[in-house]
């Protein structure tokens, strides 16, 4: 998109497609129309991602822009909100606060932006079904605090000695989901993550 302007400071301007999830595809040939209107905010409707078209030029609190225009990003769900909407020459774009930019893809790889991580939920302990088909689960509830696996994280979290693979404890409710790259994951802040399960 041409002649869009540049953002003064803490805001990208972004290209998305508010209705990329309104489609399944079933099987071959079978597809469904989902309305995305009815729970706007869940993980499988909402847009997360879309193409920086302008970065900002500054950030309020003095930190580098690590964005560019032509990079990938994945955001929070409220980036494809009307609200959020802008119109230029008959082109429609968003506005997002950089803060609200979890992480961006250049060349194929991904790095996480601010303070923001990316936990894999742990594999799930199978279900069990009798022959009529009842489904049960024979193990007590577990009493161990929230963990996951970190797959993508930011240098400060590095810093402070947590390695991609290492699981980790974090807050209850941090439990943020969202679809990256094809992937689930959890989204959540470095405050959000406790410590390393030894």
Not at 48 to 53: K, N, R, S, Y
Not at 60 to 65: A, C, N, T, W
Not at 107 to 119: A, H, V
Request: negative net charge.
């Amino acid at each position: 998109m041409d002649n869009i302007p540049k953002p003064i400071r803490d805001v990208v301007f972004i290209e998305a497609d508010p209705e990329k999830n309104a489609i399944k595809h079933l099987a071959p040939g079978v597809d469904i129309i989902i309305d995305t209107a009815f729970e706007p905010h869940a993980t499988e409707n909402v847009t997360q991602d879309g193409v920086v078209l302008q970065p900002p030029s500054k950030l309020r609190g003095g930190e580098r822009v690590d964005l560019k225009a032509g990079d990938k990003v994945y955001t929070h769900h409220f980036l494809c909100d009307e609200d959020q909407s802008l119109e230029l020459e008959g082109k429609k774009f968003y506005q997002l606060a950089y803060q609200m930019c979890y992480c961006r893809i250049r060349e194929g790889k991904m790095k996480m932006l601010g303070d923001w991580n990316f936990i894999e939920p742990p594999k799930k302990e199978k279900e069990k079904t009798t022959n009529s088909g009842i489904i049960y689960n024979l193990a007590p509830a577990s009493k161990e605090p929230q963990v996951g696996i970190a797959r993508h994280i930011n240098e400060k979290m590095r810093e402070w000695g947590v390695s991609e693979g290492d699981s980790v404890y974090f807050t209850i409710n941090s439990d943020y989901e969202i679809l990256v790259e094809g992937k689930k994951y959890w989204r959540m802040r470095n405050v959000d993550i406790m410590g390393i399960k030894e």
